[in-house]
């Protein structure tokens, strides 16, 4: 087994190793980014919204800012490497992002299954980037947080697919426009001192004849982008035979991929040809609400060594742990850590044998 990756590529993930790292190896442990809003949150925003209520906009505010502590906090008990504020101030992965660029509108609710909504915007004129989406929302994370913060951004290629559009001659002219406007956000986020930035892409795996698009969605996000920042691409559900290796040339440092709640049986699909960037490995099932004990885990984290050695390997849910009870989602994180932590020291003793040596954090 090779490590191909970038010297910039491994420099940038090596970044978010604690100083105070107990184990020789290192397994990098996060999550992809959306997380149970706490019930009071849902209630805030319901008094928010009616006009009856003595309920303004700064004691909504300071609901969604409790919120993001409160979860941030949350993920450095479970002890994670890199947290996320849990998106507490997103509605939906869509309609947060529409709100905020030009060139979008809403016009109701549409369903997507069974009683379920979803707001699906229209783009009814040229899209254009306004003022940041996210650099509040990250300086406020990384000032009540610990630990690095990833920040997670609905690709354009997602933003596109779904949103209804009126105003482009196709959806991937539509998708490189609002790409650009991503990597004009990265731009400000950078700036704001971000360093670990995923960008999801969900409709990717669903259509996996638009792989081009998504490249070329890819090159113009990442262009400019430091070396010292890691970018990363989340891709859940689908048939990942349709994508693979074909993703391996996207400008992206590692690859965010749901393998947990189909029990694996995708992963001869990494095997040929060999895979040469960074994976996150979903190793706890976003769609059970049962904790996956430790030794399961850790039979699911051995499953990413046979794809990368440990130093290209983080962990992670397999998506975002929103519809879960909290105390589930909390319990996957805690036991995929007390995981990867044990997995490590099995690598340090040689109890388990992959076909590479530790990376110290000086290297």
């Known amino acids: ?33 959306s997380y149970p809003k706490p019930k ?16 303004d906009e700064t004691a909504w505010n300071e609901a969604k800012d ?17 947290v996320v504020d849990g998106e507490m101030r997103r509605n939906e992965m869509v309609e947060f ?8 509108e809403f016009n109701g609710p549409v369903k997507v299954w069974g009683h379920n909504c979803f707001d699906k915007p229209s783009v009814v004129n040229e899209v254009e980037y306004d003022e940041s989406w996210l650099v509040d929302e990250y300086e406020f994370t990384k000032e009540v947080a610990e630990r690095p913060v990833k920040v997670p951004i609905t690709g354009p290629y997602t933003l ?6 009126e105003a482009y001659e196709d959806e991937a002219s539509l998708a490189y426009d609002l790409a650009d406007l991503v ?5 400000k986020l950078v700036d704001a ?17 638009d792989h081009a698009i998504v490249g070329e969605c890819l090159e113009r996000i990442a262009d400019g982008v430091p070396d010292d920042v890691y970018l990363g691409l989340h891709v859940c559900y689908g048939d990942y035979s349709r994508i693979y290796p074909e993703i391996l040339d996207f400008p992206v440092d590692e690859f965010d991929l749901e393998l947990a709640n189909g029990d694996y049986d995708q992963l001869d699909v990494f095997r040929d040809p060999e895979f040469t960037a960074n994976l996150a490995l979903g190793v706890t099932d976003a769609h059970t ?19 990368v050695p440990p130093e290209q390997l983080t962990v992670s849910p397999d998506c975002g742990l929103k519809l879960l009870p909290r105390e589930v989602a909390y319990g996957k994180m805690e036991n995929m850590v007390t995981a990867a932590r044990e997995i490590e020291a099995d690598l340090d003793s040689g109890k388990i044998e992959v076909g590479s040596a530790p990376v110290s954090a000086d290297d």
Not at 97 to 104: E, K, L, N, T
Not at 193 to 209: H, K, M, S, V
């Open 66 to 82: 409790d919120a993001c502590r409160l979860i941030t906090d949350e993920h450095e008990r479970a002890g994670l490497d890199v």
């Open 193 to 209: 001192g971000a360093r670990y930035i995923q960008i999801d892409e969900p409709a990717l795996a669903t259509t996996p004849d």
């Open 289 to 307: 609400a049962e904790v996956e004990t430790v030794e399961e885990i850790k039979a699911n984290i051995e499953k990413g060594l046979e794809i």
């Open 183 to 187: 990597n004009e956000e990265i731009e």
């Open 1 to 33: 087994m090779s490590s191909e990756v970038s010297d910039e590529s491994r420099n940038a993930r090596n970044q978010f190793r604690p100083d105070d790292h107990d184990n020789d190896h290192f397994i990098l442990t996060t999550v992809v980014g």
């Open 160 to 165: 596109a697919s779904w949103s209804f559009n």
């Open 40 to 55: 009071w949150v849902d209630r805030a925003r319901d008094l928010y919204n009616d006009p009856e209520a003595d309920f």
């Open 97 to 104: 992002f529409a709100h905020r660029i030009d060139g979008y």
